[in-house]
Every structure is written in structure tokens, then in C-alpha cells.
């Protein structure tokens, strides 16, 4: 036992005389050798040439490693604003009003036979009333936005007055027994609130047959200040500063107007005044008579 562990002591021994042998030989530098030099006098000895060996140190290239962090992409959530519908509101259709001026305006129309002869032609001012005990209203017929149209027969004829807010048509019959032409029949639709407690009133209709209006001879014209013509359900048209004629119209004018009752002059008041005025006279003329009587009986001769 004791001779394995001399052994192992003289081999590392032996081992560590090997590894200063070698690093001798490495730390050692190499011995330079220079020839003789001759002396001369002329000349001079040569530099001596010195060989060296260069250590190249190599330095060991670390390599770091590129760590490339990358940064987590936070994306922001979208937020999506509510649409909001704004509710469409639909504004009442309310009736178209009147054209003002609102005073009643006369207005001239015309229905031609052809294009040179006017079979009707009407000078007038018109207004459609409604007068109940609940309600009351008034629409004039402005005749700046009033177009006539019409047609005229032998017999027959109709004038027809058209607005925005809705018609009056007139119908014409030629009597030629009677020598007579006249209105048998009126008409009306009205889409105006003449009730004004009812936002959006239905509209008016009215229709009156078999009349006898605007009655006039043949050739001659009708013609009155104002008349009512009631159409039934509260509802009149009124007529004012009247002037019509249909058929026989000499040189497109009007004929010898005939004027309705209200224009006649009426002699009834005038016939009473002066019948009471003639019986007064009469009474004081035949008190006085009397009293001159008596008083010649009351006197007598001597």
C-alpha cells in the first residue's frame, strides 16, 4: 500500500517537472547570433539584423445577443356611438287659406263660344258663409287666383270658377218660351276651415237644383247689389255687385240690365204716405167746412 501511494507521488511529481519544462520553453525568447565582425577602418560594421518573432494576441469576440423586446400592442377597443334615428315628424297638412286682401273684390270672367265671341260673362264678388247656432265662418273668392272655364250649347251653358281652394259652378238655361234665361242649378266644393274650432275640417260641398236665379229676358243682363242664396246646412253663397248675362251677348257686352227685386224702386211706401197725407187733408178740410157752418147758423138778422 505504502508503495502505490510513493508511486503516485513521483508521478505527480514527474508531471509537474514536465508543465515548468514547458512554459520555460514557451516564456523563453530566442537568442540572436551575430557573426564576427573585421575591423576596418574605411568602413562601418553593419547594423545588426534583428529577428523577432510578433505574438499575435487574438482576442476573443464576445458576441452578445441582441434582445429585442417587443412591446405588446394594446389595442384600444372601438367603441361604436349609438345611431340615433330622430323620429320624422309629419307636419299637419293644414287647408290653404285665403289670398289677401281678404275684402270682398269684384271679378270679371268670361266663358268663350269660340275665340272671337264671349258666350257668358259675369262681373261679381262671391264669399261662401257658414252660419250655424254652433259655428260661423267666411270665405271670400279672391279673383286674382280664380280662373273661369266653361262651355256653352244652344239651350244649355256653365260657368265654372276655379281656386285653390276648391270651385263654384253655375248653370245657365235659355227659355225661349219665356224669352227667359236663368240659373237652374249652383254648385260649390270648399276645402277651407270655415270652422275655426276644427283645425281640419272636412270640406264644404253644396248643390241647389232646379231655381230660377238670376232671372233675365233674352239679350238682357241680371243685375243686383247683393243676394244671399241659401244651399242648405247653414251654408250660403253670397252674391254681390252682381252682373251676369249667358247667350245673345251683342259685341261682347252686356245687354239692358234687369235688375232683381231688392234694386227695383218700390212705390208701395210712397202710394201710403201720400194716401194718409190725402185723408188728413181731407178730415181738416171737412172739420173746417163744419165749424164755418155753425158758426153762419149762429148769427140772425135784425
Known amino acids: ?10 508521478a505527480c511529481l514527474a508531471v509537474s517537472a514536465l508543465s515548468l519544462t514547458e512554459d520555460e520553453k514557451i516564456n523563453r525568447r530566442p537568442a540572436t547570433v551575430s557573426p564576427a565582425i573585421e575591423f576596418s577602418t574605411n568602413e562601418h560594421p553593419p547594423p545588426p539584423t534583428t529577428k523577432s518573432k510578433t505574438l499575435t494576441t487574438t ?28 323620429p320624422t315628424t309629419h307636419k299637419p297638412t293644414t287647408p290653404p287659406q285665403p289670398t289677401p286682401p281678404t275684402n270682398l273684390t269684384v271679378g270679371n270672367y268670361t266663358v268663350m263660344a269660340n275665340k272671337t265671341a264671349v258666350c257668358v260673362m259675369a262681373h261679381m264678388a262671391l264669399q261662401i258663409r257658414l252660419a250655424t247656432p254652433k259655428s260661423n265662418g267666411t270665405f271670400i273668392v ?8 266653361g262651355s256653352c250649347e244652344a239651350t244649355k251653358a256653365n260657368l265654372t270658377l276655379e281656386f285653390p281652394q276648391g270651385f263654384i259652378t ?21 276645402n277651407y276651415p270655415l270652422d275655426k274650432k276644427v283645425a281640419n275640417g272636412p270640406p264644404y260641398t253644396a248643390n241647389n237644383k232646379s231655381m230660377n ?36 251677348l251683342n259685341k261682347n257686352e252686356f245687354g239692358k240690365p234687369d235688375s232683381c227685386a231688392a234694386d227695383k224702386p218700390d212705390y208701395r211706401v210712397a202710394i ?10 181731407i178730415i181738416v178740410v171737412v172739420v173746417y167746412l163744419l165749424g164755418r157752418r155753425k158758426r153762419a147758423n149762429g148769427y140772425q138778422s135784425l
Do not use: R
Open 142 to 149: 279672391q279673383p286674382k287666383s280664380t280662373h273661369a272655364v
Open 170 to 190: 253655375f248653370m245657365f238655361n235659355k227659355s225661349i218660351e219665356k224669352n227667359t234665361v236663368y240659373v237652374d242649378a249652383v254648385s260649390f266644393s270648399l
Open 272 to 281: 201710403a204716405v201720400g194716401v194718409t197725407l190725402l185723408v188728413l187733408i
Open 59 to 86: 482576442t476573443p469576440t464576445t458576441t452578445t445577443p441582441t434582445t429585442t423586446t417587443h412591446k405588446p400592442t394594446t389595442h384600444k377597443p372601438t367603441t361604436h356611438k349609438p345611431t340615433t334615428h330622430k
Open 1 to 10: 500500500m505504502k508503495t502505490v501511494v510513493v508511486l503516485a507521488f513521483l
Open 213 to 248: 236665379l238670376f232671372a233675365a229676358k233674352i239679350g238682357h243682363s241680371y243685375s243686383c247689389k247683393s243676394e244671399a242664396l241659401y244651399m242648405g246646412d247653414g251654408m250660403y253663397l253670397d252674391v254681390n255687385q252682381d252682373q251676369m248675362q249667358a247667350f245673345n
